[in-house]
T-cell receptor, first 116, second 114 residues
């Protein structure tokens, strides 16, 4: 069975600090996809990144960066110079192979609070 | 247009009521999803529609009845709900129903069952 673990329930930082959100996954599939979504208080899940299992290149997008390591089954997310607007719940998710369609298994989420 | 629109945003209903949640997308996506999210929990998949046909039902109680009238619309009909069904109901869509597809989510319907 697929599983996504986000061990950090809540993280509080002061604005401009760097913060890393951890994600560890388990799957028996050789082809799989990993995602990060952001959920602000408004409730909508906002897509941040998708990575497939064959692409271990790290990615940087502005203040966001992602470190994918198959050897440790981890897909960590770093926010550089955090801002108050980054406050949200962040979910890591794993896309599961099914006969019926696309199924995302979400981790339990990390609540990030960025304070002035 | 990259939006998934859900109505209503908030809904309060009694246990004997019948109500419907609506979801609409105009991105030409061929897969649509219903997720349920309890407070401080991750979203949990309920149903997947692929090319307007129900392809995944995650053993959801029959008091929740999904409907996909066309490729742009997805409904969730509610009947005889229980207070524990109170949650945020999220609709999503993806271009294709294949594994790894990027999901676009609506802002959800916050449902309270009294």
């Amino acid at each position: 069975a697929q599983k996504v673990t986000q061990a950090q329930t809540e993280i509080s930082v002061v604005e401009k600090e760097d913060v890393t959100l951890d994600c560890v996954y388990e799957t028996r599939d050789t082809t799989y996809y990993l995602f990060w979504y952001k959920q602000p208080p408004s409730g909508e899940l906002v897509f941040l990144i998708r990575r497939n299992s064959f692409d271990e290149q790290n990615e940087i997008s502005g203040r966001y960066s992602w470190n994918f390591q198959k050897s440790t089954s981890s897909f960590n997310f770093t926010i550089t110079a955090s801002q108050v607007v980054d406050s949200a719940v962040y979910f890591c998710a794993l896309s599961e192979s099914t006969g019926g369609g696309n199924k995302l298994t979400f981790g339990t989420g990390t609540q990030l609070k960025v304070e002035l | 247009d990259t939006e998934v629109t859900q109505t209503p945003k908030h809904l309060v209903m009694g246990m004997t009521n019948k109500k419907s949640l609506k979801c609409e997308q105009h991105m030409g996506h061929r897969a649509m999803y219903w997720y349920k999210q309890k407070a401080k929990k991750p979203p949990e998949l309920m149903f997947v529609y692929s090319y307007e046909k129900l392809s995944i039902n995650e053993s959801v109680p029959s008091r929740f009845s999904p409907e996909c009238p066309n490729s742009s619309l997805l409904n969730l009909h509610l009947h005889a709900l229980q207070p524990e069904d109170s949650a945020l109901y999220l609709c999503a869509s993806s271009q294709e129903p294949r594994t790894g597809g990027k999901l676009f989510f609506g802002s959800g319907t916050q449902l309270s069952v009294l």
